[in-house]
């Protein structure tokens, strides 16, 4: 009865627009869904992010077919980390400067691997792992 | 130059001690750090479940050889959702009665698959998915 992996992974955002501009254009995530005032849904390899505006979902109950989905939302600077390949730091680090985000901090890992650290259009902390230092 | 997947997942907690218990012994994660007052680490299928205290890393920045891990840290009911085999729904449904956890709610989606809906320690919205509703 194990559970296999996490397949939604949830941000929160107040300007769901410019949600869908940074993580459509500049990180190059696949939209599925946007209900505009609610939430805003990404593909990203076997799981989905899920982006939601929590002055929507913490509020306003939602049902499918009569059953309910929770409330939730919350507020403040969350975190997730995407994985990239390694050989492909530099070809980030010029697509930062090309499109005028700002690296908050790049970190090398004592046993290898280097995170690349910004911020999205909310303020949550978002990094970018070039080889796999969770050995996962 | 693809992100291939996310590889961090984050909830947040003011109960390590708590959120250790609940996903471990109810949820059955592997945990693999703790670092009493700041976060609890578990690996999950190809990815990670990091739980942060967000007293703490939102306040107090954490350096590695020098370099900087950005702030972070939310309030408020944050989401996941983590996937299970379609065929284990009533061993969970037995589980979270043996447990004496409360389902908050249960979804049966219009194209197939059910929902789980409960509540962790600290009042995040998990939920335990039965079957490939997001075709991932």
């Known amino acids: ?18 949600s869908q501009e940074f993580y459509s254009d500049f990180l190059g995530l696949k939209m599925i869904t946007w209900e505009p005032g609610r939430h805003l849904f990404f593909r990203c390899g076997s799981g989905m992010l899920l982006i939601f505006n929590p002055e929507h979902t913490s509020r306003k109950e939602t049902e499918v077919d009569d059953q309910l989905i929770p409330l939730h939302g919350s507020r403040g600077s969350g975190h997730i980390a ?5 050989s492909m730091l530099d070809e980030w680090r010029r697509r930062f400067d090309e499109y005028g985000i700002e690296i908050e901090s790049e970190v090398d890992w004592p046993d290898g691997g ?6 999205d259009p909310s303020n949550n902390s978002i990094e970018i792992i070039f080889g796999n230092i969770w050995n996962v």
Chains 1, 2 share one sequence.
């Open 114 to 119: 280097t995170s690349i650290y910004f911020r």
């Open 1 to 18: 009865m194990n559970i296999t992996k996490i397949v939604e992974t949830c941000l929160y955002s107040n300007d769901l627009e410019a």
């Open 82 to 86: 995407f994985q990239a390949e390694s």
